[in-house]
């Protein structure tokens, strides 16, 4: 049966359903009890009810509870129990018990990955289940994709991305809190994963990678692996309730503004070394976020380079470190631009390992600095 404008339908690979509102190409959005629309590719929904059933129906609810629920009359009692989804939980094994999440982006055509519109999935490869909240934006304010509880070992489409969309989800945000139904199980702290995406690398085909959940290519973030959150050393288990009990009540105290250090660089054999880590320019960086960090490394890159450019021949190491190389990057486009008479090398591995660049001071051209 075609799926049509203003049929009530269910979804196949989730719970839940509602009201076609409006169908694009071969996406039709549905429109929950709650207000809110869903979008879900045709083949991953079920017609319930055609539109002119549901216009003749007396109680519109009837429509929006999946049929594996009861609706009980409105007689201002509370019913004595109402069926709990009849899906079931995957069999527990004992990797389970380890909480796995991967959040991946997936072409919808394969053949034209370049080009192709994008499916955003959910894997939730553990024996709990998942109340779960998805969101992105381009910039600091974020809109609701997706959120639903999603069964164990399990995934599930969140949405699909046009292209002309892709925008939105440079900046995407993932909550999830895990439990179990009808047995005990040990707690985990809730996730909260947030992260900025390079939205060029979906028009790259080499950003693609095969992994061990998906038949196609995909570009995929690790939420979780082994109760251990991205960028994060710690278990997310009871282990930590006192930890994060501190964490919280630092939280409430208001943030004190990062100490500068001040650390002259060192002059080690007419070279002068700078360490630009954070830990090292300043005693604490609370409140600050990445970016800003970032921007006070290179305004202390500037003001060393500033000061001794009337020094030709003068070699200064700068340590950035080798991470993601995003440190790196900026003080090589602060030479390219601002101090293109420098010339510029990887400084000696023996002496300081990989994760540091050496700058030569060469001659100021008349009417330099």
């Known amino acids: ?16 359903g509602g009201k076609v509102t409006k169908i694009i190409n071969n996406i039709v959005y549905v429109e929950d009890e709650d207000g809110f629309e869903i979008p879900a590719q045709t083949s991953n929904v079920v017609v319930t009810a055609t539109a002119e059933m549901a216009k003749n ?48 982006f997936l072409p919808v055509d394969a053949e034209c990955i370049e080009t192709s519109d994008l499916e955003i999935v959910l ?13 992105s934006g381009d910039g600091d304010c974020l809109s609701l994709r997706r959120s639903g ?20 989800y440079q900046h995407i945000l993932l909550q999830a809190i895990a439990f179990k139904r009808a047995k005990d199980f040990e707690a985990k702290a809730p996730v909260s994963f947030k992260t900025s995406v390079d939205v060029t690398k979906f028009s790259r085909r080499g950003c693609f990678k095969s992994n061990q959940y998906f038949d196609v290519p995909a570009i995929a973030f690790t939420v979780v692996k082994d109760d251990i959150a991205a960028g994060d050393d710690k278990v997310l288990t009871k282990d930590t309730a006192k930890e994060l009990a501190a964490a919280m009540k630092a939280k409430q105290q208001p943030d004190r503004r990062p100490v500068k250090k001040s650390k002259p ?31 006070y ?6 003001e060393v380079m500033d000061e001794n450019m009337r020094h030709p021949g ?6 950035h470190g080798k991470g993601e ?3 790196r990057h900026a003080i090589l486009k602060e030479l390219s631009y601002r101090y293109k008479e420098c010339d510029v090398c990887d400084a000696s591995f023996k002496e300081y390992g990989y994760g540091a660049t050496q700058v030569t001071i060469g001659n100021l051209k008349p009417g330099g600095r």
């Open 325 to 327: 190389g995003t440190l």
């Open 1 to 16: 049966m075609g799926v049509k404008v203003g049929d009530v339908v269910r979804f196949l690979d989730s719970v839940g």
């Open 314 to 319: 003068r070699k200064i190491v700068f340590i």
């Open 149 to 168: 509880e999603l069964e164990s070992a399990t995934e599930i489409t969140l949405t699909t991305v046009s292209r002309k969309d892709i925008s939105e």
């Open 297 to 302: 490394q290179i305004d202390k890159f500037r």
């Open 123 to 135: 894997v939730n490869d553990s024996n709990y289940r998942l109340l779960f909240c998805f969101a």
């Open 265 to 295: 660089a060192v002059n080690n054999d007419n070279k002068f070394v700078v360490d630009l880590h954070a830990t090292e320019l300043l005693d604490n960086t609370a409140g600050m976020g990445p970016a800003e960090i970032l921007n």
């Open 57 to 104: 129906a007396d109680r519109k609810e009837n429509f929006y509870a999946p049929s594996s629920f009861t609706v009980p009359k409105s007689d201002n009692r509370k019913p004595d129990n109402l069926a709990e989804e009849t899906l079931p939980d995957a069999p527990e094994t004992a990797e389970g018990e380890k909480l796995n999440l991967t959040l991946a």
